[in-house]
């Protein structure tokens, strides 16, 4: 199984800022693979990135995602006060999997 | 528009099987490129993968929970059903269903995924005697 490792736990920035979320794989998986998703309080998540760097049908271009083999990161241009929520990475190897999750809170 | 609706029990016994039940409307389980997959969240945790099923009837579990996980689909009732045996209290969570989209690469020889698109806004389960 592939685990995803996300980091940091935790990022707190101000509005206005760039956030840069890691997502490190236990091994090497095909970027047509790596998904990552959105999810604030009391809601289902909501996918961002598909494909390691496409954006989803109504996202922002202040995300972007970036990478390959075993290090994706998604990246938050200029950070808007909605964007402050927890963001997950997924993966579709033989059995699919999501990393621990990145909180990205208001400093 | 494309919806997703979870439906089963609130709350099940220590050692019971749940059936959960995915409604779908708004696009085809018989259509090449979708699939449904199952996830679950514990109150305050992380996302846990579950289960998928794409329209060629192929199925997918997670590693850990493959012993106790069974997932299948009636098309005509655009239904997709994941029962789980065994529940345990460490099994109360938020569970959602939602769709994937697949497109085969011929020059690749392999999938290209397009995330899990549209997700149903979950239905809690609580395990307890």
């Known amino acids: 199984e592939i685990v995803l490792t996300q980091s940091p736990g935790t990022l707190s920035l101000s509005p206005g800022e760039r956030a840069t979320l890691s997502c490190r794989a236990s091994?090497?998986?095909?970027?047509?693979?790596l998904a990552w998703y959105q999810q604030k309080p009391g809601q289902a998540p909501r996918l961002l990135i598909y494909?390691?760097?496409s954006r989803a049908t109504g996202i922002p271009d202040r995300f972007s995602g970036s990478g390959s083999g075993t290090d994706f990161t998604l990246t938050i241009s200029r950070l808007e006060p909605e964007d402050f929520a927890v963001y997950y990475c997924?993966?579709?190897?033989?059995?699919?999997?999501f990393g621990q999750g990145t909180k990205l809170e208001i400093k | 528009q494309v919806t997703l609706k979870e439906s089963g029990p609130v709350l099940v016994k220590p050692t019971e099987t749940l059936t959960l039940t995915c409604t779908v409307s708004?696009?085809?389980?018989?259509?090449?490129?979708?699939?449904v997959s199952w996830i679950r969240q514990p109150p305050g945790k992380a996302l846990e993968w579950l289960a998928h099923?794409?329209?060629?009837?192929?199925?997918s579990y997670s590693t850990s929970l493959k012993s106790r996980l069974t997932i299948s689909k009636d098309t005509s009732k655009s239904q997709v059903v994941l029962t789980m045996t065994n529940m345990d209290p460490v099994d109360t969570a938020t569970y959602y269903c939602?769709?994937?989209?697949?497109?085969?690469?011929?020059?690749?020889?392999?999938?290209?995924?397009?995330?899990?698109?549209?997700w149903g806004q979950g239905t809690t389960v609580t395990v307890s005697s």
């Open positions: 099923i794409f329209s060629n009837d192929e199925k």
């Open positions: 091994q090497s998986i095909s970027s047509s693979y």
């Open positions: 939602a769709r994937n989209q697949r497109e085969w690469l011929l020059l690749r020889g392999s999938y290209y995924y397009y995330g899990m698109d549209v």
């Open positions: 494909g390691a760097s």
């Open positions: 997924q993966q579709y190897g033989s059995s699919p999997t």
């Open positions: 708004g696009f085809s389980l018989s259509n090449a490129r979708m699939g």
